[in-house]
């Protein structure tokens, strides 16, 4: 069973919508729909998530790095010469 559901956007963030879904060869009720769908279900746990390869890589790189805001101003200082 389908039911109506309105929804108040502003009006630019609504001819956004309408272009993507015109883009994707959906209605805008389709993408909502498709949105929803991905949304965890109420008794579910949020699915944590996925990091960027590149930011996976950077992980713990500065773990047990002594910077601090002056080291950083010092740095900006130093580029910026």
Do not use: C, W
């Amino acid at each position: 069973m389908q039911t109506k559901l309105t929804l108040r956007l502003d009006d630019e963030l609504i001819d956004q919508a309408k272009n993507y879904a015109a883009r994707s060869g959906k209605s805008v009720s389709q993408v909502v729909a498709d949105y929803f769908r991905l949304l965890p279900a109420a008794n579910e746990p949020a699915a944590p998530l996925e990091t960027a390869p590149l930011t996976r890589s950077l992980r713990g790189v500065l773990r047990g790095a002594r910077l601090d805001e002056a080291d950083y101003r010092r740095h900006l200082e130093e580029k910026n010469r």
